[in-house]
């Protein structure tokens, strides 16, 4: 491109020289007034206009618009030049000034090229960040792991010192090898320590020298002595007349609700017995629609109660059922005023047996504070549920011992009616002494 500047006294004059040198290609790029000569420094010269022009040696300048395509006829776009810089409109849909248009196309070139690297820039440090983000979240969990695991170790080691020092005090007591490994078997699944040494104990008194020393005749030996501990109900069983009616209570999430649609499933299915269902726990909307779902699909009848006046009046409708089961909100055992409106309602009600439903997770601390507050009102037996979740089942026969409560029933998963099983001796004692090898 070649660019160069011409003065005149006025415009047309300034455009004769551009026209004469550059020719009807030119361009004019800007027009200013400047001094003339005359005087000192031409501060006293004459006005005059100074036209700054280019020409487009290489024909990549210039477009159809206000200053007109080098392409067009050169008089047609001299005559367009004039027009310009007299400052008349551009004829109706000229489009946009060429120069204009290819330097706000170099811009946007030139600004993505810059925005390119800075974008890449700014991806990379999202990328950073996230990667930062997970990096700080994993490190949050690894804390919450390693907490765990140092609570974990804390315990097991106290356990560990625990078992030395009464594995130290039966050695010292001469404990036979075999009598002292099952008493650690006892105690690592959960059983109070001193229930594990009254065991062994009285086993030491019972065994022959020469039996002693066969380890599953010591072990048939304690699966015995355990048997005449535990108590079952063996099941529901159905009395001669009238029905039979079940209040499953127990502390909130140990799964209640799901027990009551098990327990009245097998009742329906496998015993041929007519069922019917009564729920007053009212405070969970999801409960009532649960049991609504299994009483649609068994085809059972549901009553849904809020107080002991409309219990009355659901069992008075259902005298004609074998089985009713009650379904019954979950109370917080240190909760005075639960307990207290739990016993109003099924107070005075003879006919109505309670089932105490507890989970085999809970701590054997809480399952004693538990059993001690419901066991105020007339607990009949008593319904374990959550086996699947549970790794040790001492907190079962420590239950039997302590409470000498028997067991109705254990629940080993959600599936309806499939995991749940009429509690034996056999399987509670295979729990805990692992007997079948299963």
């Not at 974008?119 to 994993?138: F, S, Y």
């Not at 501990?229 to 063996?234: F, K, L, Y």
């Not at 409960?287 to 009355?312: D, F, H, N, P």
């Not at 507890?358 to 037996?381: A, N, V």
């Amino acid at each position: 491109m070649q660019i160069k500047r011409y003065r005149g006294a006025d415009m047309a004059e300034a455009l004769q020289k551009v026209k004469e040198e550059l020719g009807a290609e030119a361009i004019i790029l800007s027009t200013r007034q400047v001094r003339g000569g005359g005087g000192k420094f031409g501060l006293f010269g004459k006005p005059l206009l100074e036209v700054t022009a280019a020409r487009d040696m290489d024909g990549s300048l210039g477009a159809n618009g206000d200053i007109p395509d080098p392409l067009a006829p050169p008089e047609n776009r001299w005559n367009r030049i004039q027009a310009f810089l007299r400052g008349d409109k551009p004829p109706p849909g000229a489009r946009e000034n060429g120069l204009m248009r290819q330097i706000m196309a170099k811009n946007r070139i030139e600004t993505r090229q810059l925005l390119t690297p800075l974008q890449d820039d700014i991806q990379e440090l999202k990328e950073v960040l996230h990667a930062v983000g997970d990096a700080h979240r994993a490190t949050l969990r690894e804390e919450e792991d390693f907490h765990q695991m140092r609570n974990d170790l804390v315990e097991m080691r106290q356990m560990m010192h625990r078992l030395s020092s009464n594995s130290a005090g039966l050695r010292e007591a001469n404990l036979p090898e075999n009598l002292l490994v099952l008493y650690q078997q006892l105690t690592f699944n959960g059983v109070e320590d001193k229930f594990a040494k009254r065991l062994v104990e009285e086993a030491v008194k019972n065994i022959p020298g020469k039996e002693m020393e066969d380890f599953s005749y010591v072990k048939i030996f304690l699966a015995r002595m355990l048997m005449k501990i535990v108590r079952v109900t063996g099941g529901i069983q159905q009395p001669t007349e009238g029905r039979k009616i079940l209040a499953l209570v127990g502390p909130t999430g140990v799964g209640k609700t799901t027990s009551v649609a098990k327990l009245a499933s097998e009742q329906a299915i496998k015993h041929k017995r007519k069922v019917s269902l009564i729920t007053v726990d009212t405070f969970r909307i999801a409960a009532v629609e649960q049991l609504k779902v299994y009483a649609r699909i068994m085809g059972l009848s549901l009553s849904v109660v809020t107080g002991k006046a409309e219990l009355k009046q659901a069992l008075a409708d259902t005298m004609d059922s074998d089985v009713v089961f009650i379904d019954t909100a979950g109370r917080s055992q240190r909760d005075s005023m639960q307990m207290s409106e739990l016993r109003k309602l099924f107070g005075g009600e003879q006919e109505i047996e309670l089932v105490l439903t507890l989970s085999t997770t809970t701590k054997d601390s809480d399952l004693t504070d538990i059993t001690r507050r419901f066991g105020e009102m007339p607990i009949s037996s008593v319904l374990f549920t959550k086996l699947d979740e549970s790794t040790t089942y001492g907190s079962l026969i420590n239950h039997s011992i302590r409470f000498k409560m028997p067991i109705g029933y254990l629940s080993t998963g959600q599936k309806v009616p499939e995991d749940l099983e009429v509690a034996t001796k056999e399987r509670l004692v295979d729990l805990l002494l692992n007997i079948s090898g299963a």
